[in-house]
């Protein structure tokens, strides 16, 4: 290989590095404009533009117009965000690496280490969610909506919705639109597991899963109790005030 060759392959990988940290501050920022990311990235407008061009001939990115938002002279704003294409790029190569990683994990420490990893991933996360919910509602269904909300938050894409209102079933169904480690629970329920523990815990109640992500459902449904006909003891808060947040 000739020095010409060398220096070519690895200015192409310095661009392809390049192109995958323009894609992830899009991710994180959008919708965000050419000059936003070149500010963040700290390089030129130029630069970027040419990255971001690329990525949108490749269906990783697309350009939304934002009402309100000028670029100047009047006209609209070109603000990038990222496709579901590009969702599904980022998602699998941090996917395959943890699954990867689990599973040494696995093979060294035995199935026992990856369910204490789940648990404490899962502790982590239980964290990152009660400091973003103000205080612990009264009620079961109020707990519900706020615990939907913080994990809107971290990207689960969560609602809370009741079901069989006034019945003796009466519950809400709390659904997840997207799970940032689907892959890794297919592979490993222990993730799952440990997930639906933490909100029953938090929620004070029996929860039971109805579908999942990492079934290739098309959403993660827990069913949530708030009947006091229809739930455990373990909830003498709801029990002695009543009715929701």
Do not use: W
Request: hydrophobic residues 40%; contains cysteine; proline residues 4%.
């Amino acid at each position: 290989m000739s020095v010409r060759q060398a220096v070519g392959q690895t200015a192409g990988r310095e661009e392809v590095r390049t192109r995958q940290k323009v894609l992830a501050a899009v991710l994180d920022l959008g919708p965000v404009s050419a000059s936003g990311v070149a500010k963040e990235m700290k390089l030129t407008a130029a630069a970027i533009r040419r990255h971001l061009d690329a990525l949108e001939e490749e269906g990783l990115i697309e350009v939304r117009t934002l009402a309100g938002v000028r670029a100047g002279r009047g006209r609209p704003a070109r603000q990038y965000v990222v496709t579901p294409e590009g969702h599904s790029a980022i998602s699998h190569t941090y996917d395959d690496l943890a699954v990867e990683a689990i599973g040494f994990v696995e093979r060294r420490a035995g199935r026992d280490a990856v369910a204490d990893f789940a648990s404490e991933y899962v502790s982590d996360l239980r964290a990152r969610l009660q400091a973003r919910i103000d205080r612990r509602a009264p009620t079961v269904a109020g707990r519900a909506r706020d615990l939907a909300g913080a994990l809107s938050s971290e990207g689960f894409a969560a609602s809370a919705s009741p079901v069989a209102v006034g019945t003796p079933l009466e519950a809400i169904q709390l659904c997840q639109g997207h799970c940032p480690i689907q892959r890794v629970a297919r592979e490993y329920p222990e993730f799952c597991e440990a997930e639906l523990d933490m909100f029953a815990d938090y929620l004070g109640v029996d929860v039971r899963r109805l579908s999942t992500l990492a079934n290739d459902d098309h959403v993660c449904t827990t069913h949530i109790p708030t009947s006091v006909l229809n739930r455990p003891l373990i909830d003498q808060t709801d029990r002695n005030q009543g009715g929701s947040r």
